[in-house]
């Protein structure tokens, strides 16, 4: 199975800062990659998809890149709408995984 | 516009049998566009994917869960559901069902979760 990193754990940001999470999978996953972002008591909602695609809705701040095994999620100027927690998860396999979650704090 | 809705038990005991159900809406559960899914999230923790079943009963599950899940399709009601066995205080958690595309336009969106119901909490505890 396909295993997901995700790297920061959590980190602190201000409202306007630029903000950047990395996903990495354990075998080369091509552009099967997804991001999520997940509020307290929600379910996660889709926000970008085969790597670097605007789920339809998604504010244009946000941002994926990346193919193969190494991705980013960037926020280019961070909301308050944005504190959050943001996962990705692949899609190459049927067998699917996700990352651990990065939770993204108000500073 | 398709929405999933999940029930079930709130509280299994230890050893028992966790069965949760997603009714779907707006849509009929047995289409070829997609698999049905159960992903699961223990309290504070991410997000763990627990298995896929497609309309005609076919399934994938995460090897970790593999000899305890059961998924499956039921038409009549249009409804999936989800059979967890022996479970312990580890099955504690939040479930949610999603819908995981296959045909799709566009095409890249396959395999991204775009519906999810609202999740219930499940405790075990005798």
């Known amino acids: 199975d396909i295993q997901m990193t995700q790297s920061p754990s959590s980190l602190y940001a201000s409202v306007g800062d630029r903000v950047t999470i990395t996903c990495r999978a354990s075998q080369n996953i091509n552009k099967y990659l997804n991001w999520y972002q997940q509020k307290p008591g929600k379910a996660p909602k889709l926000l970008i998809y085969a790597a670097s695609h605007l789920q339809s809705g998604v504010p244009s701040r946000f941002t994926g890149s990346g193919s193969g095994t190494d991705f980013t999620l960037t926020i280019s100027s961070l909301q308050p709408e944005d504190f959050a927690t943001y996962s990705c998860q692949q899609s190459y396999s049927n067998f699917r995984s996700f990352g651990q979650g990065t939770k993204v704090e108000i500073k | 516009q398709v929405q999933l809705q999940e029930s079930g038990p709130r509280l299994v005991k230890p050893s028992q049998t966790l069965s949760l159900t997603c009714t779907v809406s707006?849509?009929?559960?047995?289409?070829?566009?997609?698999?049905w899914t159960w992903i699961r999230q223990h309290p504070g923790k991410g997000l763990e994917w627990i298995g896929s079943?497609?309309?005609?009963?076919?399934?994938n599950y995460n090897p970790s869960l593999n000899t305890r899940v059961t998924l499956s399709v039921d038409t009549s009601n249009n409804q999936v559901s989800l059979k967890l066995t022996s479970v312990t205080a580890a099955d504690t958690a939040v479930y949610f069902c999603?819908?995981?595309?296959?045909?799709?336009?566009?095409?890249?969106?396959?395999?991204?979760?775009?519906?999810w119901g609202q999740g219930t909490m499940v405790t075990v505890s005798s």
């Open positions: 999603a819908r995981d595309p296959l045909l799709v336009v566009p095409a890249a969106r396959r395999g991204a979760f775009d519906i």
């Open positions: 707006g849509g009929s559960v047995n289409t070829g566009d997609c698999f």
């Open positions: 079943v497609y309309h005609s009963g076919d399934t």
